[in-house]
Every structure is written in structure tokens, then in C-alpha cells.
């Protein structure tokens, strides 16, 4: 059996078959809008800002943990990979889920180095190249206020998260 984590656009749609849905988190770890967006939520000539994780002693990134059946796995992650393509690589990790056993799964993190990285900047800056960005999947700032939306309905908190949407908030 498979567990894979969603942090970002996986929390409200997955896109996948899946047998179970658990929020769970992870350790070491905490969400930043580091990674550009050139073929979801941006364009090559104007990138969005997506979520990634970056290692943080004592951090803790909440999100979704989902099984997915042995037979369908290959194809589970033959999807993810396609999806996640613009700059993501798999990278096992230990699921925490609410009231069970910890369980090994897998994890989309862009890292320091692909293409898209853009790195770390002020609050306003993300806020600022969100609000301007759209790309086949949509508007950047939809992403962006949707994965606040779902953190708050799993009842946890997100500094960097919920401070790019109060920007997006208080410009509209």
C-alpha cells in the first residue's frame, strides 16, 4: 500500500484514485511559495508562485495523506509525475496522521536547483507576482486563497500561508 502527502493543490484536488483521505503532517518540515509556476498556475513569461517545503529544525507541514491501492500505484504516480513535472521530485517521508500510527509515504518537493526554483522573498513579493499570474490550471490567487481555505478547514495554521492570503485579501 501507498501513502503520498499533499501540501499544496493536492489537499482539494487530488486528481487520483484513492481508498483513504487522512490529514497527517510531516516533521522537519514547513510549506513556502519558493517554486515557480510555468505550466499550472503561470506561464514561461510570467511564472506563479507555488508551494515547495524546505527543511526546518522543529518545523511541522500539515496536509493530506492519501492511500492508494497497490494495483493502482504506477499509475497513481505516472500521474503525479506528469502533474508535477515543472520542477518536483518524489522523496519518501513519515506520515504523522491525527490519532493513528505514523506511516512511510511519499512527498513532491521541488528543491533548491530545478528550473523553477525562485526562492525565498518578502510576503509582499509573493503576494504581488500571485496576483498577477494565471496559467492553465487558473489563477495563481485562487490557488493561493483555495490552500488557505483548506488548511483552515483542517483546523491548522500556516504563518506564511495565511499572510500571502491576507495581502491577496486586503487588495481586492
Known amino acids: 500500500m501507498t501513502w503520498i502527502f499533499g501540501y499544496g493543490s493536492l489537499i482539494w484536488r487530488p486528481a487520483f484514485a484513492y ?7 510531516i516533521e522537519g518540515w514547513e510549506r ?9 498556475r503561470g506561464v514561461p513569461e510570467a511564472p506563479g508562485r507555488v508551494v515547495t517545503l524546505i527543511r ?3 518545523g511541522r507541514c500539515w496536509g493530506v ?5 497497490p494495483d493502482a500505484r504506477d499509475t497513481v504516480l505516472d500521474g503525479l509525475d506528469e ?6 521530485d518524489r522523496v519518501d ?5 491525527r490519532d493513528q500510527s505514523p506511516v512511510e509515504g511519499i512527498v513532491y518537493l521541488a528543491a533548491e536547483g530545478n528550473p523553477n526554483y525562485l526562492g525565498p ?6 503576494a504581488a507576482q500571485v496576483r498577477g499570474a494565471t496559467g492553465p490550471s487558473g489563477s495563481n490567487r485562487e490557488y493561493a486563497l483555495r490552500l488557505a481555505e483548506s488548511l483552515r478547514e483542517m483546523e491548522t495554521e ?3 500561508v495565511f499572510a500571502v492570503e491576507a495581502l491577496l485579501r486586503r487588495e481586492t
Request: proline residues 2%; charged residues 30%.
Open 19 to 25: 481508498v483513504e483521505r487522512s490529514p497527517a503532517y
Open 32 to 40: 513556502r511559495y519558493w517554486q515557480g509556476s510555468t505550466d499550472h
Open 56 to 58: 526546518q529544525h522543529g
Open 65 to 69: 495523506a492519501y492511500r492508494v491501492e
Open 83 to 88: 502533474r508535477e513535472r515543472g520542477g518536483y
Open 93 to 97: 517521508v513519515t506520515l504523522h496522521r
Open 121 to 126: 522573498t518578502s510576503v509582499e513579493s509573493v
Open 158 to 160: 500556516d504563518d506564511h
